[in-house]
């Protein structure tokens, strides 16, 4: 059954979408696992970026179509056997639209993508859902559909607050909509160049998700990392395989801590 796992906070430009594309990059080339990426973000950023390092030159399945459809099975790009994804487009930005006009209960409203998935969980091992920075129909069905979320911590800003935000909006949906997902982790990132972590905030850090929560790995800032937007990512110099060997460690942590879930009952696979 797929672990399925959003990355989250509700600030923009902090990392996500590269945290997501990556981690299921090396999840899927690296340690070999089925894994489905799910871009639930209408600027369809992990969806670009994953079809240019694959080669793929033009995207025609939808995420949009499989949620109409009531399927997603054929908006899944099968381009090789290990790394699958879901393309977002800009007309997803209806899907407020489409939930209301489908759906009068709010339940089924943002529980809908969890239903969705229910049929092909068991074609992956993991499964990751890129999500916009909003509060929204977006967040709310990534959230209900997944068994864990992977925090991202702006590790160079001097609060917590995307992070924080974060996990308060996750209480509310445990509380409200028995939202049954767990935080697995709390990734600090540095988005900004020549910039170091900042102490105190992992400290904070610490202190507010528990001090086992918080990962080792801290994501640095590196400028391959983002050139790969362009070019799509490479394997070509040591500056790709240090960008390849931050997020494999990055993942390594997070298969650890998801076994320690495991052994506590959450995690069963
Ligand atoms: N570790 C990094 N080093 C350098 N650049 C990075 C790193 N992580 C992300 N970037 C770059 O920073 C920008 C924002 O990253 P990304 O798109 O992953 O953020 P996001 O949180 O998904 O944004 P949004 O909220 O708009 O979805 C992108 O140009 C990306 O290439
Ligand atoms: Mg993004």
Do not use: C
């Amino acid at each position: 059954m797929g672990i399925t796992i959003v990355v989250g906070n509700f600030k923009g430009g902090v990392g996500k979408t590269k945290v997501a594309v990556m981690s299921s990059w090396e999840l899927a080339f690296k340690f070999k696992k089925k894994v489905l990426l799910v871009d639930l973000d209408p600027q369809g950023n992990a969806s670009t970026l994953i079809a240019r390092s694959l080669g793929i030159e033009e995207l025609n399945k939808s995420i949009f179509d499989g949620f109409q459809k009531g399927d997603l099975t054929d908006s899944i790009v099968k381009d090789n056997e290990f790394l699958h994804f879901i393309p977002a487009q800009v007309s997803f930005k209806n899907l407020p639209k489409f939930l209301y006009s489908n759906f009068d209960n709010e339940y089924e409203q943002i529980t809908y993508l969890k239903t969705l998935l229910q049929p092909i969980k068991n074609d992956y091992d993991y499964i990751f859902i890129d999500v916009p920075p909003t509060l929204s129909d977006y967040s709310d069905n990534a959230m209900m559909a997944s068994d864990y979320v992977l925090i991202i911590l702006q590790a160079q800003e001097l609060s917590l607050e995307g992070a924080e935000t974060y996990v308060k909006y996750l209480q509310f949906m445990v509380d409200n909509y028995d939202a049954d997902l767990q935080v697995v982790g709390v990734l600090p990132v540095l988005l900004r160049p020549g910039g170091r972590v900042d102490i105190s905030i992992l400290e904070q850090a610490k202190d507010v998700f528990g001090k086992q929560n918080v990962f080792k790995t801290v994501v640095k800032h590196l400028e391959r990392l983002k050139s790969w937007d362009v070019t799509g990512i490479k394997s070509n110099d040591h500056h790709d395989r240090n960008a390849h060997n931050l997020f494999i460690d990055v993942v390594d942590e997070l298969l650890t801590k998801l076994k320690l879930f495991e052994k506590e009952g959450k995690y069963n696979e």
